[in-house]
Structure formats: C-alpha cells, structure tokens
C-alpha cells in the first residue's frame, strides 16, 4: 500500500489526556483514533493489525471444529430476562439497557450467552445435535464508569467469543481444556506470553474460571503465581500469600501485575436451566446442556502488544501481527532512477505476495520518514535513495546496524 | 468443510410469519436464524455468502484508492449535535436514541457521515490532506416499526458506507462518477443487474441521490425507467408518466416495483458547514469540504439474490458468492470403499483450493441429502455411491442431467 494514499498517517503528538502508552503510539503511529473515552475507531492501519490477531484466532479455533457466525448487538430484553440476568443489578451496572420510542425494551451485547442459548433452543433436539461450537467476532458495549487505560478498557470494543454446549460435564472440560491449549498456542503466535490464572466467574457463574494473563506493570489485574508455572490465581480470589513456598519446590510465591488478555468459562448447566433449554438423552430423557464460554478481546490484545513492544522511537510490533512485512521508504528529491528503482521494488515485493507499505511521499524528509517507520513499527525498514546504488538498505526495527542487499535477495529473506 | 460438523443444517419447515421468500429459504438452508423481527443470526452458512459479497465490494472499492477502516457504533449526543440531525424528527423516528444510567445520551449507528466528519477534522488541515476516501463494513441500526420482507429490511443490518471528501465540487463528482461505476461492476460481479435511479436525498440530504434498483415484485420501490437505459426515477420523485415516450425514442417509460440494494449521496458542503470542518487552501483561506457517501447492504444484498435466483427447491446461488464452489455427497451405507473415496475426492478438492462442502452423515437418506442439496444451492452437486463405481455424478444446480466424470476431471472443470 502507498503511504501517500493511506488515511490515517502519523501524528506529531498524541493528546495530552492520554496517559497510557498504548494509547498514545496507537494514536501517534495513526492506528486508531478517539471518539469518546473507551471508544476508539480502528483507522486503516489499526485494523490490518487487528485482521492479522482475528485470522490467527480464526484459524487455531477452526482447528477445534468451531464454526464462525455472526449474531446481532441489538438484544430483546425478553431473552435476557429468561436467564434472569436483565434485571441482576451487577449486569445493570454495565449493560447498556433502554426503551425505544415505542417503549420496546432493549440491551446492547456485553456478551452472548443468553442468545447463544436461544438460538440453540430451535436447533438442539437430541444429543445427536450435540457438541455445539460456535464463535463470532463482534461488537462488545460495557458501561464502564471510567474508561481508561487505551484501548485495553473500553465502552465499546471488539470481541471474539466462543461458545460450546455438551451433553454432560465431562464432555464441557475435555473441549475446556482444549480451548485452553488452543489459547496459550494462539497467544503465542500472536506474541504473548500468557500465565493461565484461576479466576472467579463474575456476572457469568459462581464457578471459578480461567484467565489469560500477561505480566505488565500497566495492568488492571493482580496475580500470585509460582515462577515454575505450576500455579496462578488472581488476588481477587487467592487465599495464598506472596512467598510462601511453592509445593513443588520452584522458590517462593510471587505477585505481579498483569493484562487479563482471554478468560475461558466452565459455566455447566444454569444456563440450560434457567432458560430451559433441554436435550433429549438415548433414553428419551430430557437433560440438560452443558455450556462453556471463551473470550479474546483483539482491541485489548493490540493494546497489549504496544505495551510489551516499544520503544522510545515507537511501536514494535511482531511479525505475526505487523500491519505489515515491510516498510520500503523512497529518499528521493524528484531524482528520477530512485523513483523508478523504489516503484519495481514494491512492484516487485507486492508480486512475490508480501504485504508492503510503500512511503512514496514526495513532500516529506528523510529524517521525518525515518521516524515515521520506527513509530509505525514494521518489522523490517527498506531504504532506497541515491547512496544505496542498485542495493537496498535493510535493517530489522530492533537492530541498530543496517546492511546492503540486493534486491533478489531481500525478496529471499522476505518469503 | 464437513457438513456433520456445520452448525445450523437444513430445517424442513420455515416459520409460518415469515412470508417473504428469501427469509423462507435462507431460514430453511441453514442461513440464518430470526432474533426479533428486522434482527437476524448470520448463521454459518449465512457468513461465508456476506463474506464472498463482501470481498468483492472490498475489492472494487480497494481500486478506487478507498482505505477500509472501523468505526464505532455507540456514539455521543454532542457529535449529532454540531451537524443539528439528533434533534431532526424524522432521524429521531429511525435513530435509536437513549440515556445511560449516568444520563449520558448515546445514539445507535444509523448511519456515519458525523462521525466521519468527527474524525476527518483531526486529521485534514490543508488541501494536501484532500481527498479523503474510507470505508468499512459494520452494523446499522434502525427503528423500523414493522421490519417485514425477510432480511431485505432490519432493524439491525450490515452495512458497507464509504465517504469521500474532496476540496471542490468537481472533485467529488469526479469521484463520485467513479464509485457510481464501480457499484454497478461490483453489482454484476455479485450476480445483480442494477438500474442506476434517480433518488430523494432522504434524511440525509436534500440533494438528489442515485439508488441501485433490482426489479422484483417483492421491492418496496416503484421506478419508472426508459427500456434503453437512458433514464429511471424513483417513483416518489418523479414527475413523468409511464407511457410517455422515451426522447430517444426506446418506446414508452415504464414502471415496475424493485429492491434498492444501493445508495449514492453527493452531500455537498451541508455537513462540512454545519459541523465547522474546513480545510485551507492553496492561499491560506479556509473551505468548506465537500462530502459524499455510498452505502450497499450486504445482508439486503444476500436476501435480493434469494428473491432472483430460486426455484421451488431452493436457493440458485450465483457462483460469485455462493458458500462454497461446490456439494460432495456420500451416499454410502457404511460402504467402506464408497467412504474412502468420498474422503479422498474431499481432500484432492481441498488441496487444489477449491471450496467443497461434504455431507458426510451416515444417518441421513439419500433423497433427504439430495433434497438439502438443491435447498442450499451450492452451483455444483457431485455425487459418490455404489453406482458411480471410480468415477464422480456431477450435476449443476440448474441442470436436469447429470454426467459422469473422473476425479481429474471434476477438479480440471472446478479449477
């Protein structure tokens, strides 16, 4: 893509109410924009960032037999008050609940599960009709008193959530603990290090749950955990204290802030309950459906990747998830030939399938295209100008030396 | 994929309220599901069909020089204040408006051009920052009293809406000639022949604007239109005659009911005037930014193609935004050479690229397997049994005969 022709460019300074970093580069490197606190709009090159984090998402959760739909924002409080929880004052407090000119009572999404459920009471008869797994990417609303913190807290935020309904207990906890796995591998390949963490359910169920944690001293959460990763529970919920000795023996319990990134829910059966939303077994009996929900917000993992790759110049971001593979930058007074060596290299690196941000601007100095493509943070800065000759400077985002390759061979290092 | 393991499969009946043919038929194949009138589930199936016709809108659009972006749907009071539309009455009978439990007041996406404009004065100072040209694909809400015809008209629906601002009125008809062109390639790509209509600007100007017309009995719009192509209006505008005589001399003006699937919109200054956004020319002064917009239904889209192209089977999909290329059916008795080569045919399909959906279930007849098959509509139906010994039964979804071919030669027609 021609930086000349994307909207959204840099920015000399982010706001000055924006204290979180995350924040700040994302609004400096041209990422995202504000529209009130906790809402933010994903400009061009905040969601290529954010379709790189979906579609590795998208892929390991297909690979568990998940299915992706896409179910509405806009719910009827009739669902809702089937669980009961319309009217549970905890989920007053951050659901967005009102009455339509007509006096029709609606919510906005802050999750899924009462729909989810709905839309498996028309589809589930029988235990044939069992396990169900489905997910959607979508829009989140929460009432959040005060927004704060970037993108890692919001009103209104993207989610990936999953769902999955089973015939009994232990069929919930194998597909749970394969979730589970599926989700330290995705974060993984995303650039996370995360620590599973024993949690409770909060406005979802009285049962503990699972969150993914990344150490952060930006974070909103606080865990103790053994540093063997035997052992991690939020503070919310531990009865541990900080240096007591880990059973196994790996040195003293410690405590650390952290990013909450995913939470995976073992909810059982009170939904099925509550909603009467039953199976027949192979007797004819009817039971009820074992329900397990599953959570990735992508605008808080993109806000938690800045905080984790920076640097004083900018952004860093990880290969996987880069806006793109690299920068090509063109220092170029007018002078025809790097002009013209610049366009056939993107030509040529846009051929060989590799996503290129080609800053093409001709009204913008040397140093300030520098500048902007530490800001940006592409793995990889591409210089083509009067002193490379028919070489193209390279250099990593992280390195400090550059080198001088040809044009074939930066096409080999690049696939 | 594994038709087993696809959520939502084919449901014998439709509900009996829903009367419109394209909810009938996609609510049967599996497509969607209802939540509330105007509000559907893009059910598995439903997805892939909005993903094919949304990647041929990104495609076309990406050619004009559009950047795809995402913008939030919960949006502040005061930025519908500058442009004066969150006290207009007619918005307030479409816009979901309501307060918070802080009394804060929020309005639902309806539509973007506020927050377009919002975003674009924190990043166009001069005329250099000009044109701008953004898209992106998200939710719309409207408070539509009766949401009837399926999913031609939601209460909550998806919208692609691209905006484009320029530095005169020239440039913005340039463009908007342009995107006009580009609908109608995009339209023919999606397996829609449009007629280009003239339009009331609606509540969003009190220009003219140009809608995308399908004829259909089933259309909530009446257009009176020249046979030649020349001409066509909206019947709520115009002021000429069916019967008249077309000027070139095509034989009298027609009427004829149809489905708008598009809306262009040359807004003019209005909105740049309204909410104080201008840019500085090339002597410093300060103009007013000229703004359009253009908006498709991916969702009414999908419900037009439903209405076209059915039969009393099922859904004809065009091939262009069919779900998958083509439907592999088993039809085995646990017969274990018949498996065998049902499953190799799926993995060399899946190899070479090609979208195959295999109905692999062993507890469903073949009658029942070829019925679902014509009510889904995937373009090509190929069948392994008994019968076909080592070659494959193809049939297209139009066709009454079937033929019988070679594993290579299905994948040579199919690729």
């Known amino acids: 893509m021609r930086y000349s022709l994307v909207f959204g460019k840099t ?3 982010a706001p000055k109410d924006e204290v979180a970093v995350n924040a700040q580069l994302l609004i400096r490197g041209g990422f995202i924009d504000k529209l009130m606190a906790g809402s933010w709009t994903l400009l061009p090159l905040g969601l290529l960032v954010i379709n790189k984090i979906n579609n590795i998402i998208r892929e390991e959760l297909n690979k568990t037999g998940a299915n992706e739909m896409l179910m509405p924002l806009l719910h009827p409080r009739d669902v809702w008050d089937k669980s009961g929880r319309w009217s549970n004052k905890d989920v007053q407090q951050i659901m967005y609940q009102f009455k339509d000119i007509h006096e029709k009572e609606f919510g906005l999404s802050f999750t899924h599960e009462e729909i989810v459920m709905y839309i498996l009471s028309k589809f ?6 069992l396990p169900v797994k489905v997910y959607h990417f979508s829009t989140k609303f929460r009432n959040e008193p005060r927004a704060k913190s970037g993108i890692l807290r919001g009103r209104e935020f993207m989610m990936n959530d999953l769902y999955s309904a089973h015939v009994s207990k232990k069929n919930m906890m194998q597909y749970y603990e394969e979730v589970k796995k599926t989700y330290m591998k995705l974060f993984k390949r995303i650039g996370l290090d995360v620590v599973v963490t024993e949690a409770s359910g909060g406005v979802f169920t009285k049962e503990y749950s699972h969150e993914f944690q990344v150490f952060s001293e930006v974070g909103e959460d606080e865990i103790i955990y053994c540093p063997g990763g035997d052992f991690a529970q939020n503070t919310e919920i531990s009865s541990v204290a900080e240096g ?3 059973d196994l ?6 405590k650390a802030r952290s990013i909450e990134v995913g939470n995976i829910f073992p909810l059982g059966t009170k939904y099925s309950k509550d909603m009467k939303v039953f199976y027949k077994d192979e007797k004819g009996q009817e039971q009820p459906i074992w329900l397990a929900s ?3 917000g992508p605008t808080r993992v993109m806000g938690t990747l800045v905080e984790m790759y920076h640097d004083d110049r900018g952004i860093v971001w990880p290969k996987s998830v880069a806006p793109f593979h690299c920068h090509l930058v063109a220092i170029t007074r ?3 030939h790097v002009t013209r060596m610049a366009n056939d290299v993107y030509e040529k690196l846009q051929s060989a399938g590799i996503d290129v941000l080609f800053d093409d601007r001709t009204d913008v100095s040397a140093g300030e295209k520098f500048a902007d493509a530490d800001l940006v943070g592409i793995p990889v800065r591409l210089v083509v100008s009067e002193k490379t000759g028919d070489k193209i400077e390279w250099k990593g985002r992280k390195d400090k030396d550059t080198e001088f390759l040809t044009p074939d061979d930066v096409l080999k290092r690049l696939t």
Chains 1, 2 share one sequence.
Do not use: F, M
């Open 294 to 296: 599953y959570g990735i």
């Open 11 to 13: 920015r000399r300074e």
């Open 124 to 129: 589930i008869q029988s235990y044939k009709d």
């Open 249 to 254: 023996g790996h040195g003293p319990l410690k």
């Open 334 to 336: 007018d002078t025809t």
């Open 244 to 246: 007591k000795q880990c």
